[in-house]
């Protein structure tokens, strides 16, 4: 079995919140396998986003470490990190966050454009994944003149730019209706079909139930977890 | 997508609130220019006045400087032979400026009088009829208002009268002369009335012909470079009179109005201050309004590096916008202030207080630009500095 492409061992968050502390993570461990498409659950405050941020390196931990591609985070300075964002993971957010200002196309160009691909290369990665994501004929549309369901395929199309190692998602279904989240629900089952791996983290049982693992958290600690992979 | 390019549609996000913004800028960039303008271009205006005829040299009673008080150099004639005769020099002529009087039909009329050497002067550009010849002692030349005033034109014939009698209330001296020529005369105020004749004519008029005076002598050199040294030389040569270069006049006029330098610079100073407070606020608010999209950006592995040049990129965009306007702006309110400003009695129609050039225009818009990026310094580091996971968290709930 080859190594793990994400560990995360112990991991512990503490916010300061009115003179007192929360622990928004109390020794959390993961590990996550290439081509895995994993889910986590649970209710508002259980610590799912928090994992997520702190897998992600966009938040350090208080305690434990996270390695990525056998890479530990917590030794890696601002400039390093940042630019293992962008080349080795793919962020997709609740409320999409693309740039208004810029066109669908504009948008997925931006991480490629950051990472020094060259114009005419991002312009057609971009239009190649604006058409995996089925909005190739909304690539000149402004992102506010897109539908929700739109903006968060362009969103995902944004994560794909670099051609991550993982595809973190957090809450991606959280601001559309049921039919349009059955849109990303196939886009996204579509993705690990084709090798992208998935951790989602959700509260929409639906998307759980699509991924190969369920990974159940509660109060800043991992209760349960169906399916085949390892805590 | 170029950072400008970027920076311009974040700004078109708030139209109104930009466009105030743009305004502001606008406002401050005129006045900086104005101020660049005002601060250099007396000098300049100075020096291109004196330069106008290619006279390099003024020669002038001890103490004083060309027309500054009625003090006259004597034996003018026989100073410019000498002077014609220097090494160095190529050309020399003496003016005398003095008070006459024009008669119309039923009055007298005050007139500035030049008497001029018509082969060698530096006073007047003939804009109709002909220039007075050498010995022309039957002619005359009419400054527009004077011409006017003694309801005469080319061709005319028209009567001067000398100083007047304070007994009798008579003019000692009457000449009917023939209307050669209207002039420009250089150093005239708006509406001067002037007229010019040969300098024997003039000294007549004035009464002091046996007296051979002249206000000021001037001199040509051969050579723009060799004027320090020949101004030096005739120093030494006639050390009773005053002997000044046009530079030697420029600083002079230079200390005389050194306050409207140093109010130039106060209020392009200010104008400055103003231009950055207006870029640095509005762009402080555009980056607290968009830490959502900025924390979103660097999540995705943007770098604080071009999270900074966008916004440094907003503030020059604004700059460049506003400034483009103010240009515009400061080049109009000039001309109005200009118009202002020359109409105060005494100054030349033709001296200017705001001169553009190329150079005033590139140093304000290059202070402008420089001063409206580094109002970006601030609100960039805000923006680099701006929590990630805290700033996402937020924007979640």
């Given at each position: 079995m080859s190594p793990p492409l994400l560990v995360a061992r112990e991991l512990r968050k503490d916010y300061p919140m009115n003179g007192e502390t929360v622990h928004a993570l109390r020794g959390v461990s993961l590990s996550v396998q290439a081509g895995e498409y994993v889910a986590i659950a649970g209710p508002s405050g259980s610590g799912k986003s928090t994992l997520l941020q702190l897998t992600g390196g966009i938040d350090t931990p208080s305690g434990g470490s996270v390695e990525l591609l056998g890479t530990r985070l917590e030794s890696l300075g601002d400039r390093e990190l940042t630019r293992l964002r962008l080349t080795r993971l793919g962020?997709?957010?609740?409320?999409?966050?693309?740039?208004?200002?810029?066109?669908?196309?504009?948008?997925?160009?931006?991480?490629?454009?950051?990472?020094?691909?060259?114009?005419?290369?991002?312009?057609?990665?971009?239009?190649?994944l604006l058409e995996y994501v089925g909005l190739r004929h909304r690539e000149g549309h402004r992102a506010?003149?897109?539908?929700?369901?739109?903006?968060?395929?362009?969103?995902?199309?944004?994560?794909?730019?670099?051609?991550?190692?993982?595809?973190l998602a957090d809450e991606p279904t959280g601001e559309l209706d049921a039919a349009t989240g059955r849109e990303i629900l196939d886009l996204f089952r579509r993705l690990n079909r084709d090798g992208t791996t998935l951790l989602v983290v959700t509260h929409d049982e639906r998307l759980a139930a699509?991924?190969?693992?369920?990974?159940?958290?509660?109060?800043?600690?991992?209760?349960?977890?169906d399916g085949s992979g390892p805590v | 997508m170029t950072g400008l390019g970027w920076g311009l549609r974040n700004l078109g996000r708030h139209p109104l609130r930009t466009a105030l913004a743009l305004a502001g800028i606008a406002v401050a960039a005129a006045m900086l220019l104005d101020m660049v303008m005002l601060s250099g271009g007396i000098e300049k205006s100075f020096s291109e006045l004196l330069l106008a005829r290619g006279y390099h040299i003024r020669i002038t009673p001890k103490g004083t400087f060309p027309f500054d008080t009625e003090a006259a150099i004597p034996r003018a004639?026989?100073?410019?032979?000498?002077?014609?005769?220097?090494?160095?020099?190529?050309a020399a002529g003496a003016v005398l400026g003095t008070s006459v009087y024009g008669r119309t039909a039923d009055s007298?009329?005050?007139?500035?009088?030049?008497?001029?050497?018509?082969?060698?002067?530096?006073?007047?550009?003939?804009?109709?009829g002909a220039d007075l010849g050498p010995g022309d002692t039957l002619g005359v030349l009419l400054s527009e208002p004077a011409a006017r005033l003694l309801h005469a034109g080319v061709g005319d014939t028209v009567a001067l009268a000398g100083r007047l009698d304070p007994q009798m209330a008579q003019a000692s001296t009457d000449r009917r002369l023939a209307v050669r020529g209207v002039v420009r005369w250089i150093y005239d105020s708006r509406g001067q009335p002037s007229v010019g004749t040969v300098l024997p004519v003039m000294q007549r008029l004035d009464g002091r012909a046996a007296a051979d005076p002249a206000s000021l002598l001037l001199v040509k050199a051969t050579d723009d470079r060799s004027v320090a040294t020949l101004a030096a030389h005739l120093r030494e040569r006639f050390p009773e009179l005053a002997v000044n270069s046009v530079a030697d006049l420029v600083v002079e006029a230079k200390r005389r109005l050194v306050y409207f330098t140093q109010?130039?610079?106060?209020?392009?100073?200010?104008?400055?201050?103003?231009?950055?407070?207006?870029?640095?606020t509005l762009l402080t608010i555009t980056v607290n309004e968009r830490l959502g999209e900025i924390a979103t950006l660097r999540a995705i592995g943007v770098g604080r590096g071009t999270i900074v040049r966008q916004v440094l990129a907003e503030g020059a965009a604004l700059t460049v916008v506003g400034g483009g306007a103010g240009i515009l702006l400061g080049l109009v309110t000039?001309?109005?202030?200009?118009?202002?400003?020359?109409?105060?009695?005494?100054?030349?129609?033709?001296?200017?207080?705001?001169?553009?050039?190329?150079n005033t225009l590139a140093v304000a818009a290059a202070v402008l630009l420089l001063t409206g990026s580094l109002a970006g310094l601030y609100p960039a580091w805000l923006a680099s500095k701006a929590p990630i996971a805290a700033t996402l968290r937020a924007e979640a709930t």
């Open positions: 962020f997709v957010f609740q409320r999409f966050h693309l740039l208004p200002v810029l066109t669908a196309r504009e948008n997925v160009e931006l991480p490629m454009a950051e990472a020094g691909v060259t114009a005419p290369r991002r312009r057609e990665r971009a239009r190649e506010t003149q897109l539908s929700g369901g739109e903006m968060q395929r362009v969103a995902i199309a944004r994560a794909l730019a670099n051609r991550p190692a993982i595809l699509e991924a190969g693992r369920i990974v159940h958290m509660l109060d800043g600690r991992i209760v349960a977890q | 004639t026989g100073l410019v032979r000498a002077l014609r005769a220097e090494p160095g020099v190529r007298l009329v005050t007139l500035v009088g030049y008497g001029v050497q018509p082969e060698a002067q530096g006073l007047y550009l003939v804009t109709a109010l130039s610079y106060v209020l392009g100073g200010m104008s400055l201050v103003v231009a950055v407070l207006l870029v640095g000039a001309e109005y202030l200009d118009a202002i400003l020359t109409s105060f009695p005494g100054l030349p129609q033709a001296f200017s207080f705001f001169v553009p050039r190329a």
